[in-house]
Structures are given as structure tokens and as C-alpha cells.
């Protein structure tokens, strides 16, 4: 069976305790739908006067939206019932809340963001979001995670997310496919309003429900070799089925980033070349060895011919 939200995010089982912050959640149903999971069933035990199994006291979830409480209202018909099974839990999401600029305190264990999207289906400002994103980043506790959320295709692929991760000292220690159906009551939504994959607003957030979840932990200078855990896949991977996701001509480059990108990629290009040079060289060697094994043969038959 595929691994569950609430698993991939290792919040099943139940932590007993962690200090757990969502960012950019659109109307809700993010947060609240894994809540309910969490306490559902045999998770946690007891009810509260709401009639919803409570969190243990020492896990804290801290929920947030980017938009202020009334957009939120207005641009998501879900996010009421969302917001009043949050207050069954005694969360009160905070509005406003920019991922770019998070204080420094707390330090959260858990940083959740699940399809970060700016609402501009532009590759370079989303590039720009992730990339500026980590480099603000200072309210992750030193053993803490970053969750992060991306559909499996282009252009989402094409944001650069694991070498911004890198770039600012991050690194890769989960990659696991999930697909965002089997949260019951998720519904993941546009920046714009409106459901993801359906393009609302003329702008397409998400192509699908498949997607891959990212777990990044923060490695500064000491960057370590690990294993990335990478789980599921065998999806089929569409490529370039929106109009405008492509790089803009005259688009802002990230300082220092684009150049270390356009590094990697011309080196790769150059092992790329050197290793197209060498099987030209082989098959060369290997052309070579045939005719002389070829004259040899026939050297020998002429000789057996004479005799
Ligand atoms: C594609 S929507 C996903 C919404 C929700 N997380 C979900 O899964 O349905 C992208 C979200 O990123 C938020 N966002 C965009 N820029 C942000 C920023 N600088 N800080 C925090 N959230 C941001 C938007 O407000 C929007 O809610």
C-alpha cells in the first residue's frame, strides 16, 4: 500500500512531540483533512468536548495562509468548514504569514508547504519562491524537516527545487510519491481560487493529483553523503502540456544560483561530450580488432588453400 500523508510527513505515527508549522495552505482543507486523519481511529486516543480526538498538549501545529482571513473566505467556498474543524483541534490559523520572511522563533520541527505557487504560472518567478524561500529560512530547529509538495511534470520540475535546496545548505532525505486523492477531504487549490488541475483564472496550479513529496533537512557547510529515500513513481510524466509555463526571455536571474546551475549543466555537457568521444573511440577499437581478425582468417585460408 502506498505510504500515507500523515507517514511521508512522519506524523504517524503520532510524535509525541513536535512543533509542526503549515505554510501557504489555500482553503484549508490541507491542514484540517490530516488533522482529522491523525486523530481518527486508533491514532489517538480520547474525545474532546468538540467531539474530535485532541492532539497531544505537546505536539503544536501552527497553521498559516499567505492571504488575509477575508480573501481566504472569498476566494475558497471550502475554507469555512475548514476553519471551524480547526477550531474543534483549538487552532487558530494565522493570516498573512509570508514563507519568505518567517521569524526566527520559534524553531519549528516540521515546515509543511504543500504546492508552494506564486499564482504567476512563470517558471522563473516560482524558481525565485523556492529559491528565496530556503535562503530565508531561519526557524527550522537544527533537527528539523522541510516538507515540500511539487506535481510530477513540467513545468514544476523545471523550479529548481532540490538544487535551491542544496544551494542554500539543504539536503534531500525524502522524495516520495503520493497521490493527493487519498487525503479524504483534500482538495488542493489554486493561489488564484478554484481547484487545482481544473484551470481556473486561466491559470493551471497542478496537473494532476500526483505529486512528489520532498523532505529536506538543513546540512550547512558539512554536507554530508545520504541516501535519498525515494518511494513510488511509474506515473506517466506529461511534458509541456501548459501554454505559458515556459522561461520568459528577459527573465531576472537568481545571483550566484543561475551561474552554479548553468556550471553543473555545461560540466555535465562536457562529460556528456567526453563520453559520446570515448564510445566513438571504442567502437573505433572494436571495428579495428574485426578486420584484423577478419585478414587473419583469411591470411590463414589463403595459406590452407595453397598447401
Ligand atoms: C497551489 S496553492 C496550494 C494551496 C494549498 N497548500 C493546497 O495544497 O491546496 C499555492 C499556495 O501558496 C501560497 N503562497 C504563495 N506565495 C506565498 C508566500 N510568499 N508565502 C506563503 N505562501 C505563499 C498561496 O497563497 C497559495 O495558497
Excluded at 478554484?194 to 483564472?201: D, S, T
Aim: glycine share 10%; hydrophobic share 30%.
Amino acid at each position: 500500500m502506498p505510504p500515507s500523508i500523515a507517514s511521508i510527513l512522519g506524523l504517524h505515527p503520532l510524535p509525541s512531540s513536535s512543533n509542526v508549522l503549515f505554510l501557504g495552505e489555500g482553503d484549508f482543507t490541507f491542514s484540517a483533512s490530516l488533522l482529522k486523519s491523525l486523530t481518527s481511529g486508533t491514532i489517538a486516543g480520547g474525545t474532546s468536548a468538540g467531539g474530535v480526538s485532541p492532539l497531544p498538549p505537546t505536539l503544536t501545529f501552527t497553521v498559516t495562509s499567505y492571504d488575509t482571513l477575508s480573501t481566504v473566505l472569498k476566494k475558497y467556498p471550502l475554507s469555512s468548514s475548514s476553519l471551524s474543524t480547526l477550531s474543534e483541534y483549538n487552532i487558530k490559523p494565522l493570516h498573512s504569514i509570508d514563507a519568505l520572511n518567517l521569524p526566527p522563533t520559534p524553531p519549528y520541527d516540521k515546515i509543511i508547504w504543500m504546492f508552494p505557487h506564486t499564482g504567476h504560472q512563470r517558471v522563473h518567478l516560482n524558481r525565485h519562491l523556492l529559491f528565496n524561500f530556503f535562503k530565508n529560512l531561519t526557524s527550522l530547529s537544527p533537527k528539523g524537516l522541510v516538507y515540500i509538495s511539487l506535481s510530477d511534470c513540467r513545468p514544476y520540475s523545471d523550479w529548481r527545487l532540490e538544487s535551491s535546496a542544496t544551494f542554500h545548505g539543504y539536503e534531500t532525505v525524502k522524495k516520495v510519491y503520493w497521490d493527493s486523492k487519498s487525503l479524504e477531504g483534500y482538495k488542493h487549490v489554486t493561489t488564484l481560487g478554484g481547484e487545482a488541475y481544473r484551470g481556473v483564472n486561466g491559470v493551471r496550479e497542478g496537473k494532476g493529483v500526483g505529486c512528489w513529496v520532498y523532505g529536506f533537512r538543513f546540512v550547512g557547510g558539512e554536507k554530508e553523503e545520504e541516501k535519498v529515500e525515494t518511494i513510488g513513481g511509474g506515473y506517466e510524466v506529461r511534458v509541456g502540456d501548459s501554454d505559458d509555463d515556459d522561461v520568459v526571455e528577459g527573465e531576472e536571474s537568481i545571483k550566484g544560483f543561475d551561474e552554479e546551475v548553468e556550471e553543473v549543466e555545461k560540466e555535465g555537457k562536457k562529460i556528456g561530450e567526453k563520453e559520446k568521444k570515448r564510445s566513438r573511440s571504442a567502437k573505433r577499437e572494436e571495428r579495428k580488432k574485426k578486420k584484423r581478425s577478419r585478414n587473419e582468417r583469411r591470411k590463414i585460408a589463403r595459406k590452407k588453400a595453397k598447401t
